[in-house]
């Protein structure tokens, strides 16, 4: 029987931000998991590549599973993602604190909006408010 070479991988959305599972120092929104089987029980998904468990969550925080469209594909460029953050590697100045905390104090949580309004990552967006005391990240 022939096998395909082809590779397989699954896009795991989570509700909220959680420990990596091969880097406990970073928290993920999302992980690509390369798998070619989901098995489910009450209480978890798990992930297989040809027999072997590569990836085991709790369903509680998971909020969408799909396929990925291209697991090859190519990462952006430092360029490209400079293109699209323009303030991506650049030190926070206080002005910048100053308007993000007046953002987050008026309510704004969504770091997708304050990532584009200061023109970085919303991860970033996250550390900083993290740093400053303002985001719960566990």
């Not at 931000?17 to 029980?41: E, G, I, K």
């Not at 396929?67 to 303030?87: F, H, I, N, T, V």
């Not at 604190?97 to 997708?112: I, P």
Request: hydrophobic share 35%.
């Amino acid at each position: 029987m022939e096998t395909s070479a082809a590779r397989t991988a699954f896009r795991v959305t989570f509700s909220d931000y959680h420990q990596d599972p091969n880097d406990t120092d970073v928290l993920r929104r999302a992980v690509t998991v390369h798998a070619d089987r989901l098995t489910f029980d009450n209480t978890h998904l798990t992930l297989w590549l040809t027999g072997t468990e590569v990836g085991h969550f709790s369903l509680d925080i998971i909020e969408s599973v799909h396929p990925e469209a291209d697991p090859g594909r190519q990462r952006e460029s430092p360029e490209e993602l400079r293109a699209r953050y323009p303030k991506m590697g650049h030190s926070w100045t206080q002005e910048h604190d100053a308007q993000l905390l007046a953002r987050y104090q008026q309510g704004e949580r969504d770091l997708e909006a304050l990532g584009e309004q200061f023109g970085r990552k919303p991860s970033a967006v996250r550390s900083r408010l993290a740093k400053l005391g303002l985001e719960s990240l566990g």
